[in-house]
Structures are given as C-alpha cells and as structure tokens.
C-alpha cells in the first residue's frame, strides 16, 4: 500500500470489521475476538506501519493513560537528584497500573489537554492555583500546600511523625532538621512548626548546623550531609508508601471516586 493506511485498509486486509479493528487497537475487552484476530490485526498494523491516531483513542476511551508532572524549581544538586528518585520510582509505579508519566519543567500556565491528571510537585501556591484555573482535569499538589485546597489532593511528608522519630532517636529537641527549600511558603511555615530546628537548602552551599545530631529529609539530600555530620537520621521523601498513596489518589481522583481525606501527611 503506497497512500496513507487507514484503519478500513486493516480491516479489510484482516477479514474483519472496522470496529473489529478498533477494539483490538484500543485495547478494549472483548472475548468474542479470537487471539488469532487480534495477531493477525497487530501483524497488519506491523506490516503496513499503520500509526494508531492517538487522539481518536482518547476520544474513544475518554482517557489518555497518561499523567502530567510539573517540576519546582530548586537550584540545589541535592533537589535535581530527589527530583530524579521521584520520578523514577513514581513512573514504574503508574507504569504498573497503565499509566504513564509526562515530566514538565515548563511554567507557562496553560491547558494541558493530553493527560488524565496533574501533579504539581513543589510548586509554589499561584502556580498551582492559575494552572487550576485553566485545567479541567484532576489536579494533586506534592509537597505544596494549598490554603482552604479541599478540592485537591495534597500529599506531603508528615513533620510531627518526624518530630517524634528524631526524638526518639537523639532526644528530644536534640536534633536540626536539613531539608530541600520548598517553593510553597506554607509548606515551608509548617516545616518551621512542627519541627525543631531546620536548615533550608536552595543551593550548592554547606549546610551549616548547630547540633551533631541531624535529621535530613530525603535520601538523595542525605547523600550530600552525611559528610559534614556525624550522627544522621535519614527520612524517606519518596518513599514507597508515598508513591502508593499518590498513584491512590490519582485514581480516585481520574475515576471520580469518594474520597474521605484531601489533606493526606505520610
């Protein structure tokens, strides 16, 4: 086939229907298609080059299986290797329930139309808020806190569960906390509440402490003060249980579940 090969072209190369050949393509249960059907059609498509028009998919299923994050900035090396552990470990767990991730740097607020969901990954409060405004699909804010936000999701690390192991572990009050700058400031005033002492990082600048005894939030970030400190108690920013609380509330979310709790602290 020399012209553009369409979808009838499969179908009647295959001996089948059209819509035969969109229930395959769109990955649509249906047991009265054979397995032999469904090789023959894949073979077609193969052969021919035929390039699934993904837009109509969308249209067809009403999802795109696919979810958008959105990147604070942080000039520090210690946030680009978190941002690295999150993504990594957040694309294999949408990976395993079908989804995938679409990582963002880009701060233009504009409509994303070509995904079922957005993750706001500390960003800062009008970020968040504009790119609500014009976005009509599910928003979950990470590590950002929305006032009054209970029409969002917001996931963030739980600091008086970290208060209470770090006082356990050195003492109580014996202990400075080191962690990444967050863009929100009322992520940033919870910080500053909840725990003892803390030490915002921004940059590549050492991180100058009071106390021997420190407690860093995140791996990567420990990797960078277990140098210059003694005494180390790592907390998990992304930690399994985190990630699995996301993906959770990203299908709750996309599939317009109940939802009990919007502000969650793991």
């Not at 679409?102 to 409509?111: L, S």
């Not at 009050?173 to 992520?187: F, G, H, M, Q, R």
């Not at 050492?206 to 907390?235: H, R, W, Y």
Request: proline residues 2%; aromatic residues 8%.
């Amino acid at each position: 086939m020399s012209k553009k090969v369409t979808m009838r072209d499969i179908a009647r190369e295959a001996g089948v229907s059209v819509a035969t050949v969109s229930y395959v393509l769109n990955d649509k249960d249906d047991s009265r298609i054979s397995e032999d059907t469904k090789r023959k059609i894949w073979q077609l498509v193969n052969l021919y080059n035929y390039r699934i028009n993904f837009s109509a998919k969308c249209l067809s299923s009403g999802n795109t299986d696919v979810v958008t994050i959105y990147i604070g900035d942080n000039d520090a090396s210690a946030y680009k290797a978190e941002t690295m552990l999150l993504i990594q470990r957040l694309s294999d767990k949408l990976a395993s329930v079908g989804y995938s991730l679409q990582v963002t740097f880009d701060k233009t607020v504009k409509r994303v139309t070509n995904c079922d969901a957005i993750i706001c990954y500390n960003t800062d409060n009008s970020f968040f808020r504009a790119l609500g405004e014009v976005n009509f699909c599910p928003l979950l804010a990470l590590d950002t806190v929305i006032p009054n936000g209970d029409l969002f999701y917001q996931i963030t690390t739980d600091y008086n569960a970290v208060a209470q192991k770090a006082n356990s572990v050195f003492g109580t009050d014996n202990w400075t906390a080191v962690a990444l700058k967050p863009n929100s400031e009322e992520l940033k005033e919870r910080l500053l509440q909840q725990l003892n002492r803390v030490r915002f990082i921004e940059d590549d600048s050492p991180v100058s402490t009071e106390s021997q005894n420190i407690v860093v939030l995140g791996s990567m970030v420990s990797k960078f003060c277990q140098k210059n400190a003694p005494d180390v108690l790592t907390i998990d920013s992304h930690s399994d249980e985190k990630i699995d609380k996301i993906v959770e509330c990203l299908d709750i979310a996309i599939n317009r579940k109940e939802a009990v709790s919007s502000d969650i602290r793991i």
